[in-house]
């Protein structure tokens, strides 16, 4: 019996990752209009990123306890083997729900091959790391060589990002509202990273210029082996900037493979238009 990877909509993978590598996907929900829609199945980033720009403000939630329970007694009644890679728990509550319905599931099949993993990363990072699961899953690989995997490159996995306008980061309650009316005022545009899942703020620059060459530095001080590693970028709603940093990045690492990808709509609505994220494996990855 195959074994099947899980993911959520917070991995930022289109629909046809998850066709092409027969995955399993769960969707956060999203708030907009008096609506709640499906993240990844009936609402678009742009759709997020056009009512921000408008000063409309989504709110997000995390998959439903409901849905868990849908899938892991479905997967334990055919008893076939379900590994649901996690979006960071520090960044949502929906590993903590899996992780409640992998325990009453199991109450009632205990012979039932469920594992819930907290990646404890986010966007294309988190996708990158899922994309590499599925990708063993297929080729045959054993259950315990997959997991070992996954925890070891999501471990591994720096997340690099900036975002165009602090004003959305202050209202979902990520920088003061101080802060972002002075770094609106001076241009100023933050770069930040997740640390243990958590988003940590890194450094300010002045101007968006030198946001991207300031990203090279750091994926060079962090990382290496570039050229025989997927590099991840996600944005939001600004591919041209996104190609850009892929190019920049070819030109002077020698990477070869990317992942370019929309912030999806659930982490969207947090970071809002013209953000860019970039995804490597550090240097003490092995």
């Known amino acids: 019996m195959s074994i099947k990877i899980m993911a959520d909509s917070a991995s930022d993978l289109t629909k046809d990752y998850f066709s092409k590598y027969d995955m399993e996907m769960v969707s956060l929900t999203v708030h907009l209009d008096e609506k709640d829609y499906e993240d990844g199945i009936n609402i678009t980033p742009k759709n997020v990123f056009d009512a921000m720009r408008k000063g409309k403000s989504p709110k997000t939630s995390q998959v439903s306890p409901h849905t868990f329970k849908d899938i892991f007694t479905e997967y334990a009644k055919s008893k076939q083997t379900l590994i649901y890679l996690a979006f960071s728990s520090e960044l949502s509550g929906t590993y903590q729900t899996a992780k409640m319905m992998e325990a009453e599931v199991k109450e009632e099949y205990p012979d039932a091959d469920i594992h819930v993993i907290d990646t404890k990363c986010a966007s294309i990072g988190y996708g990158l790391v899922v994309l590499n699961a599925a990708k063993m899953a297929l080729e045959g690989k ?145």
């Open 142 to 286: 054993s259950k315990n060589k997959i997991i070992e995997d996954a925890k070891n490159r999501a471990l591994h996995m720096e997340h690099i990002f900036t975002v165009d306008d602090l004003e959305y980061l202050k209202r979902g309650g990520r920088v003061s509202k101080t802060a972002a009316f002075v770094g609106t005022l001076l241009n100023i545009k933050p770069i930040l990273h997740v640390e243990q899942g958590k988003l940590i703020p890194l450094e300010k620059m002045r101007g968006s210029k030198k946001v991207l060459s300031r990203m090279l530095e750091i994926m060079e001080e962090r990382g290496g082996n570039f050229e025989n590693q997927v590099i991840g970028i996600s944005h939001g709603d600004d591919l041209e900037r996104a190609e850009k940093l892929a190019e920049m990045i070819k030109e002077k690492f020698g990477a070869k493979e990317f992942v370019i990808e929309y912030v999806g709509s659930a982490i969207g609505a947090h970071a809002g238009p013209g953000t860019l994220s970039l995804f490597f494996l550090n240097k003490s990855f092995k």
